[in-house]
């Protein structure tokens, strides 16, 4: 089950130049777990199984999920993985039924038309129906199937659908439901009505005529109670007009056309009724616009409780084993049926928590981070592979509650020293967790931009501005920094001590010995630190900024045992896109992995690493467009290195877009530096490309830089000429004029009087 719900996250992006490989991969609270807290669907399966559709609202994605009861494991369907599920425009990956055939396939209505699946195949089996495909005329409010294989749609109109001849017939006037009812004599008739007092119609398939009734006398039907009103023997349950101006009677209908009306467990039940569904032989089960569950076995109601106490009940099923499940506003909940217990099933106890993720921190057995998916509702979390532990105040038993002032934190870190998570509810103090306790390190109301612990076991606290502080054998030391605190970090050298970087100052400490820098100590640089990261060999890497400026940026390289700097500027024509960079982290190859961007509104922006003299770009989406092949946003709020066999993971907070793991697998780690895409800064982007790309590279003003194209036999392709301005060079270059243009790599060459550069390119037209 790890392998196939790992498989689920990974987005088909993969470049593969020399010794190193890297793929993408996202973690969202769409494709983690159930999939929003807006649960319109659900259906469960013969292993007693649900399906659960949810969406995440204004977000725009959502799905399906599969929920493994037995493994705890959630399989997920997301549009973002399968853009054929649908959209991001509002509603269109709304899905509002569930059902399956005589073969086995699964179908759903969605607000824009249809999905086929077939759960034996996978997601490599899912179609999808549109206005194009059939006379759509509004949302799919329901579907249904017939006995001869036909699908029966409510959209607006009824809409009727052979699999076997892919044919599509719009039937005239339907409502919000429409159920399949058998005929003793073999055929069927298809009810379609709102909920409550409406129009009814009802077609025959024997004589196939459409008549259309409207509730005027007592006993006729006033509409359907829900989305499944035909149970297993063939009743038919609706609800009937009563006498004296009384709501509507639940009656059902027999295949001989005798109308039974089950006493109700009290007179108004019907017009609370928010999801209704018949099964067996002539039971059913309702849900309440209070959330109070109920279940008619034959002969009398039984009262299941309230599953959530409120309304927005969108819909309810029951296993072979008697245990119900309902979704709705608020996500999905399971009844046992030994124990008449509710089980609550949501983002804050089944998948990532928030897409805002704001600090990670690795353990050897799992990811930790901090999220807020809404007032109330955040905490820190834990994901091992499989699944999300999450510690918030809406567990409902499947995690841990969070007992703080807070509902988010601002910082979390490993402390190796006793395997504790430390963590900084938000203005609320620092706390640490052990796997079976919360103990309280600081309850006054203090807040941390960062944590972390260093080798002699120390926890170090960067304050919000001009504080930084150690923990040990309980007491709290209090040291000076000037300025806003932006990042904290063990020391990675023998040692040892932490480094703490402001706007102002970067320090070096270890409790006894403080060594500062402030930007005057270093040539060139004239604003603030943007970034820091350390390697074990001694060196030091930032960034500064003039902020609100074009101009200005560098790149520092600070070797601590001599004292001396490398800077790489902007402004004389550094190797990177963009106009400032962010170191974040050193890796076992020697590269210095680092954020781009440039002023806004910037079009360059992303993350690359450096390793002195290659770099390597990955951008992120051009105006922040959501984009699921890559960076999927370029604000990293934080990035953790997790070491793994063959290389390593870059983990990242990618605000509003969730958790991105780029994966770096290298031959002879730490021994060799890896061979990149690029030569002395030049960049591809996209690559592979199916014909168009982009070309990034350094070069002095006016320099002609001569660009030529071939493949690999040494054949020229395409010839280029670009007379350089002062920065980096941005050349699109367009294979398609040459198509029938090759499947395989290719060879870009610049030639400029400051020397050569070249890239190879992979072309999948």
Known sequence: MKQNFTLAFFCCYLIAFGQTTTSWRFYRPGNTGIQGDSATALWIDHDGNPYIAANTGNWGEGGFAKYDISHDQWT???????????????????????????????????????????PEVGSASIESFSQADFPFLGLASDVDRAPDGTLWVASQGLIRYNPQNDTWNNMGGAQLYVSVQPKTSGGYLVWSGDAYYGQVSKFDSETNTTTYTYPASVGDIAGLPGKDCVDDDGNFWALRLAADGAFETLEYQDQNGVWHHPLHPYSNLTFYIDSFKAFGSKQALLVTATGEVWRFDGANWQNYGIWRDGSNNTAIDIDADGNVWVCGLEGAARRDAATGNWQRYRLTNTSQLDYFVEDLCITPDAIWFTGNAGTGVGGIQAFDGDRWKSHNPYTYGLGQDFPFLADNATAICYRPSNHSIAFSPTFSGIYAWDDTQYATLDGDLVTA??????????????????????????????????????????????SGGIWAMTDDEIQHTDAVNTHSFTVADFEAASGVFTGLAADSSGNLWTGNWLPGNSNGSVLIKHDINTGQSTTWSYDEGWPFPGEHVR????????????????????????????????????????????????????????LEVKIISGGYELWMSCLGRGIAVLKVLTENLGTNPITSNTNQGLSVFPNPTAGHTTLHFPASAGENCDIRVYDLAGRLVKTLSQQATVGMQTVPLDLSAEMPFQTGLYVVKITKPSGMLNAKIAVNP
């Open 449 to 494: 931009k960062g944590l972390v612990e260093d080798a002699a076991g120390r926890l170090w606290q960067l304050g919000e501005y001009y504080h930084i502080r150690y923990y040990h054998q309980g007491q709290w030391t209090l040291l000076p920094i000037v300025g806003w605190g932006r990042k904290i970090m063990a020391d990675p050298t023998a």
């Open 76 to 118: 997920n369907f997301s549009n973002v993985d399968l853009p054929v599920l649908g959209g991001f425009d509002n509603g269109d990956i709304h899905i509002n039924e569930i059902i399956q055939d005589a073969n086995g396939v699964v179908w759903m209505a969605k607000n824009t038309g249809l999905i086929k699946f077939n």
């Open 583 to 638: 170191p974040m982290a050193v890796t076992p190859d020697g590269k210095v992995w680092m954020q781009y961007d440039s002023e806004f509104p910037s079009l360059e922006s992303g993350l690359l690493s450096f390793d002195g003299a290659n770099v390597e770009v990955f951008p992120s989406a051009p105006g922040g467009e959501p984009a699921w092949n890559m960076l999927p946003n370029s604000n990293i709020k934080d």
